[in-house]
């Protein structure tokens, strides 16, 4: 026995239904775009005093200790790259700042 083909009628509502679910499906995706933050500069003046660097592997701190990275801190926003320490900016996910504190598991 064959499934029944859905109906035109059918076809046309799910696809309306669609269409107007994109735009708000689009704007619930958050990306650093969307925030509009912009990638912080190094030279910062707050980034510099806490030392923060693009890639955690270069940084010369002694307090740097290796697999600290943005990525793995409680102020780090992965969906838009922003840090709670740096409003307005985005920092890398492999960068590091003297801040870190261990995200929670
Ligand atoms: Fe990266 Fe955390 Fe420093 Fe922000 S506070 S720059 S997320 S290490």
Redesign the pocket.
Known sequence: MKAPLPSRRKFLFQAAVAAAALPIAMRLIPDARAAGLTKLPLDNPQAKA?G?VDDASTSKLPSYKPGS??SN?Q??TAATGA????AGFS?SSK???S???KKPA
């Not at 840090?83 to 740096?86: E, I, S, V």
């Open positions: 806490l923060y990275t943005c801190c102020f780090f840090c709670a320490l740096f920092v960068g590091w700042c801040a870190w504190a």
